[in-house]
């Protein structure tokens, strides 16, 4: 088990779900897959976000996924995704989450619903009552929600959340929210901006890319966290082609297909996802092959 004060620090991959031919989760796989990361040098584990396609799957299946995540990785590794349409359902997943003993969970504001300031204080109010620590998730591209930095400081400052999963891209927001709520941990949220969140104060990255090349992805982080450019800008530079995927609409497919190439099991994804276009996958590959051929795994 793990003993950090703050479980979401550290790389926590958004972990992939693999499926089975028949579009079926394979439960096992998973397990596997969430023990293959950790081993791997990843601090935890994200299960039930965009990336686990959690809009897919049923409520039996989502309960079981975080049971497998827990079960092989232990409960304060876990950040679990609960976003749903409204408040009420996430304060379930929440809850959910805590009894079973995830050390935390990344929220989105309301999905489908453009809300304003005074929804979004509501939403996390009433989902911080499961009594979780919550992770916030900017991710104005699809929630068309922004958590700007004067709104998750005053999230914070009301003590609803502990950190921010930023995925905006806008590396100068790092800066802003030190200024506004010093003690709120950023976490990188977009793959592609890893460096420059790093070097700007991020203690943790929610991360895509590790479900494919785990080893390489940690020693970038823990580079870019160190200030060590010597180490991490080569590294950057042969993963960015992949890595600049996750910002992507295809970004689960692309993370599957690198999956596979590095001989995970990625497999399909369920709909509305569908495989890559042949162009699309032919510059996944060749990314995905040559950092494979540097010997990066």
Known sequence: MDNRSKPWHGVMVATALPLHDDLSVDFDGFAGHCRWLVGNGCDGVVPNGSLGEYQTLTPEERTRVIEA?????????????????????????????GAAGCGSVLLLPPNSYRADERAVVAHYREVAK??????????????????????????????????????????????????????LDLLVGSDDVLLELGVAGAVGWVAGYPNALPAASVALYRAALDG??????????????????????????????????????????????????????????????????????
């Open 69 to 97: 995540a827990v079960e092989a990785v232990g409960g304060a590794r876990v950040m679990a995704g609960v976003g749903a349409y409204g408040a009420a359902e996430s304060r379930r997943w929440a809850e959910q989450a």
């Open 130 to 183: 499961a009594g979780v620590p919550i992770v916030a998730y900017n991710n104005p591209y699809d929630t068309k929600v922004d958590l700007t930095p004067a709104l998750l400081a005053k999230l914070h400052e009301e003590g609803l959340i502990v950190a921010v999963k930023e995925f905006s891209g806008d590396v100068r927001r790092a800066y802003e929210l030190a200024e506004l709520a010093p003690d």
């Open 228 to 297: 060590d450019l010597d180490t991490a800008l080569p590294l950057y530079r042969t993963l960015h082609p992949l890595l600049r995927w996750d910002s992507k609409t295809e970004f689960v497919q692309a993370i599957k297909l690198s999956m596979d190439l590095a001989g995970r099991h990625g497999g399909p994804c369920r709909q509305p996802r569908l495989p890559l276009a042949g162009e699309q996958a032919a510059v996944v590959r060749a990314a995905t092959e040559k950092a494979l051929a540097e010997g990066l795994r």
